[in-house]
């Protein structure tokens, strides 16, 4: 089996098979590799009662992983339940979660195996991927609905505000990058444009964030034309205005450039989010943060030459060139 970062645990058949024995799930009939993503490893595992279901597996227990990427398999079943429990958001449902590391070594969960392909093998007219993408908005106004009193990482510690946990995710960052031997400039300015806007911050109100919105993380039926919400990991408690990133004309424009996206979301909506100083500084600070999590990442998940290495210092470097211009 390929694989293609740093992070991905590569499990044997015999350890799957004796996993799926042990929560009796069924026999084992057949293993494949599934997906593209360069975290976590995949499976679809085939079992003689005729089911198919998903595992997922966290990366080795020795593998280097950002600080708030340890227990990031926990976060992903708590955002699985929380759109369960509270909403209609179509996403896989979890059978067993696994964190003994007694069969497989690392964190593992067995799932629902859910119908559709990625969009970019589904043949999609432009009227297909119209309605999609409003299917994404309606999904986060669902999900934007959800609040909490802490803001944050739930596997790192929640904060009293969206200033202290957004000070506190980005010191986390920077203090990785030194630890992997590496300065981070755009990273320390950043920090202090965090205090800079302090007092915005604080207003924030607390909103379940998913903050990884990609095509990449949907799979679309063609004969329903319904989209599944994937791969929920990377959320958090915080800005909700931070969602609309991955929204085109994509992370490296403002969120005026995105007029028509923030119009339809408010249409579903009561809780408005418009257009101003304040929505485009908060904005702002959200790309930045992902700027910083891909400048990082790559030391940790790549050699130099690796293709994503080189992407994720050019993305990185133009959101921060765009969102340094607004604040």
Request: hydrophobic share 35%; with cysteine.
């Amino acid at each position: 089996m390929t694989i293609i970062s740093k992070t991905k645990y590569e499990a044997s058949e015999a350890e799957i098979k004796e996993l799926f024995s042990f929560h009796k799930m069924g026999s084992v009939t057949d293993i494949a590799a599934l997906g593209a993503g360069e975290f976590n490893s995949v499976y679809k595992v085939t079992c003689d009662n005729g089911n198919s279901y998903a595992l997922k597996i966290a990366p080795p227990q020795n593998a280097k992983v950002l600080s708030y990427e340890n227990n990031l398999m926990k976060s992903e079943v708590f955002w699985y339940s929380q759109m369960h429990e509270k909403t209609d958001i179509l996403c896989p449902e979890v059978f067993v979660s696994d964190f003994s590391k007694e069969i497989i070594k690392s964190n593992c969960f067995i799932m629902e195996m859910m119908k559709g392909v990625p969009i970019w093998e589904a043949g999609i007219t432009d009227a297909d991927y119209e309605d999609i993408q409003k299917q994404k908005i309606s999904m986060l106004t669902k999900i934007h609905r959800i609040t909490n009193d802490g803001f944050g990482y739930i596997q790192t510690g929640l904060a009293p505000s969206w200033y202290e946990a957004l000070k506190k995710m980005s010191q986390n960052l920077v203090t990785d990058c030194k630890n992997l031997g590496h300065e981070t400039p755009d990273g320390e300015k950043f920090l202090s444009l965090i205090d800079k806007h302090e007092k915005l911050l604080r207003t924030v109100s607390c909103r379940m964030v998913n903050f990884d919105f990609w095509d990449s993380n949907i799979l679309y039926d063609t004969e329903s034309k319904k989209i599944c919400w994937i791969d929920p990991e990377r959320g958090f408690w915080g800005d909700p205005v931070a969602d609309f990133i991955t929204f085109a004309p994509g992370q490296k424009s403002p969120l005026s450039a995105k007029p028509k996206v923030l119009d339809a979301y408010n249409e579903l909506t009561r809780e408005k989010i418009l257009l101003s100083e304040e929505t485009e500084i908060r904005y702002a600070l959200a790309v930045c943060y992902l700027a910083l999590i891909e400048e990082v990442e790559k030391y940790a998940r790549y050699e130099p030459d690796n293709p994503t290495y080189i992407r994720n210092t050019v993305d990185a470097k133009d959101m921060y060139e765009m969102a340094f211009k607004i604040l």
